[in-house]
């Protein structure tokens, strides 16, 4: 129980910061606090810093916040490249970072 409560407590901080970066330019008040899950680990990979995404690993199993980046940050593409290729070498290990997000990329298109 008590990591619930701390997991709700991490995930309102995370959307305080979010609000105070602006990330919510587009959502309607009310709806800030329905945020989904993997749109909250899209809005703090591309919003906030390295200590704020450290956190997305204490609330969510690791495979969670990887399929949640690939999912909505990866497709986004060019725009975000460099980004993702920090994201794949420093949180997933990846050793070919480039590649490995070139290949999600196409992957999550050809599955839309």
């Known amino acids: 129980m008590c ?3 701390q997991n709700d407590k991490q995930k309102k901080e995370l959307i305080r910061q979010l ?8 959502y309607k008040s009310s709806a800030i ?4 899950d993997d749109v909250l680990v899209e809005l703090v990979m591309l919003h906030l810093d390295l ?9 969510f199993p690791y495979k ?6 690939i999912k ?16 794949a070498w420093y949180y997933f290990k990846m050793k070919k970072p480039g590649a ?13």
């Open 3 to 5: 990591d619930m409560d």
């Open 19 to 26: 609000k105070k970066a602006n990330a919510f330019w587009s």
């Open 33 to 36: 606090k329905d945020v989904p």
């Open 51 to 59: 200590d704020d995404i450290n956190i997305l690993f204490e609330i």
């Open 64 to 69: 969670f916040v990887k399929e949640a980046w």
């Open 72 to 87: 909505n940050v990866v497709i986004q593409g060019e725009m975000y490249y460099v980004l993702n290729k920090f994201f």
């Open 100 to 112: 490995y997000v070139r290949s999600m990329a196409t992957r999550e298109l050809k599955k839309n």
